[in-house]
C-alpha cells in the first residue's frame, strides 16, 4: 500500500556540501507535504511542509521543491553540516482524509567532516 | 512543556502477554495517531483518532486495540502479543487535519 516512494535509502555527502531527498506520489489527491527529521532514539520531528498550490518552499538551509505534474517532490539541504546526519521521511496527507498520512520509508543522511 | 509523552520506553514481552502502551499529550490536540516503525519499512499508520470517542483504523491495525475516552490520552492495547509486533511505536498529536504532528520519543517493544 506504499502511496510515496522515497529515494535513496542512504546518502553520505561531505560538509558544505548539497544533499538531495526525492520523492514521488502515485496518488493525485493529496494536499499536504511535510518533510520529518529523525535521530536516533527519538521521535520525528517536523522540518518543513508545503502545499500544492506552492512551486518551492525554503526555510534556512532547507528547502522543498514541488512538482504537481510529475507527482514529485524533494528536499534540498544546502551547506550541509554534520548535525543534519539523521533519518529523513517525505509523508503524504490525503486530501479529504482524516488524518491517515503516508510516510515514505526514509532516508539516512551521513554528512563527513 | 511535556507535549507527547509514552510509556515505558522500553519493554519485553512473552508471546501472548497482553500490554498497553500509554500515550499522553498536553497539548489540547484533537487528533492522535499511533505508528510502528520498522527497519526499511518506515512509519506505518496502525490506528488514529480524531476526537475523544472517535477512532479509526489505519494501515496496519491487525491486533491492536485503541480507545480515546479524553483528549489527553490514546492508550494502544496489544491483546496477544507475537513476534510480529516486534517495533518501535510511536505516538502522535496534532492540532488538526493536514497540520504537523508532534511525535513522542518512542517505545522500543520486544516479543520473544
Known amino acids: 500500500q506504499q502511496q510515496v516512494k522515497q529515494s535513496p535509502q542512504s546518502l553520505i555527502v561531505q560538509k558544505g556540501g548539497i544533499s538531495i531527498i526525492n520523492c514521488a506520489y502515485e496518488n493525485t489527491a493529496f494536499d499536504y507535504f511535510p518533510w520529518y527529521q529523525q535521530f536516533p532514539g527519538k521521535g520525528p520531528a517536523l522540518l518543513i511542509a508545503?502545499?500544492?498550490?506552492?512551486s518551492e518552499k525554503k526555510e534556512g538551509r532547507f528547502t522543498i521543491s514541488f512538482n504537481k505534474s510529475a507527482k514529485q517532490f524533494s528536499l534540498h539541504i544546502m551547506d550541509s553540516q554534520p548535525g543534519d546526519s539523521a533519518t529523513y521521511f517525505c509523508?503524504?496527507?490525503?486530501?479529504?482524509?482524516?488524518?491517515?498520512?503516508?510516510f515514505g520509508k526514509g532516508t539516512k543522511l551521513t554528512v563527513n567532516p | 512543556n511535556a507535549g507527547v509523552t509514552q510509556t515505558p520506553k522500553f519493554q519485553v514481552l512473552k508471546t501472548g502477554q497482553s500490554m498497553t502502551l500509554q500515550c499522553a499529550q498536553d497539548?489540547?490536540?484533537?487528533?492522535m495517531s499511533w505508528y510502528r516503525q520498522d527497519p526499511g519499512m518506515g512509519l506505518r499508520l496502525i490506528h488514529y483518532?480524531?476526537?475523544?470517542?472517535?477512532?479509526d483504523q489505519g494501515e496496519v491495525p491487525n491486533g491492536y486495540n485503541v480507545s480515546r475516552s479524553t483528549t489527553e490520552d490514546f492508550p494502544l492495547r496489544l491483546l496477544s502479543a507475537a513476534p510480529s509486533q516486534t517495533s518501535v511505536y510511536f505516538c502522535?498529536?496534532?492540532?488538526?487535519?493536514?497540520?504537523?504532528?508532534?511525535f513522542g520519543d518512542g517505545t522500543r517493544l520486544s516479543i520473544l
Open positions: 508545503i502545499r500544492p498550490d506552492v
Open positions: 497539548m489540547n490536540h484533537e487528533y
Open positions: 502522535a498529536s496534532s492540532p488538526g487535519r493536514g497540520q504537523p504532528q508532534h
Open positions: 509523508a503524504a496527507h490525503p486530501r479529504g482524509g482524516s488524518e491517515k498520512l503516508v
Open positions: 483518532s480524531v476526537g475523544a470517542g472517535i477512532t
